[in-house]
């Protein structure tokens, strides 16, 4: 069954997925590129990690997606 989400919704998770998997890319690959564990990143992107600030600007920039 598992845990619950950490997060009220686990919107920011559910966000980081939709756009890795609009990339086409692989959790493994974002993974490398964010220079993070792909056990962290399916973590993040199923709400059972809250991600820091510097965690989703890593995997943003390894998805190649800019807010500025």
């Given at each position: 069954?598992?845990?619950?989400?950490?997060?009220?919704?686990?919107?920011?998770?559910?966000?980081?997925?939709?756009?890795?998997?609009?990339?086409?890319?692989?959790?493994?690959?974002v993974?490398?590129?964010?220079?993070?564990?792909?056990?962290k990143?399916?973590?993040?992107?199923?709400?059972?990690?809250?991600?820091?600030?510097?965690?989703?600007?890593?995997?943003?920039?390894?998805?190649?997606?800019?807010?500025?």
């Amino acid at each position: 069954m598992g845990a619950p989400p950490l997060t009220a919704d686990g919107s920011i998770g559910r966000a980081l997925r939709a756009l890795r998997e609009t990339s086409g890319l692989t959790g493994d690959a974002v993974a490398r590129r964010a220079s993070t564990s792909a056990g962290k990143l399916s973590k993040i992107e199923n709400g059972r990690t809250l991600p820091t600030v510097q965690d989703v600007d890593l995997i943003l920039t390894a998805l190649d997606v800019s807010g500025r």
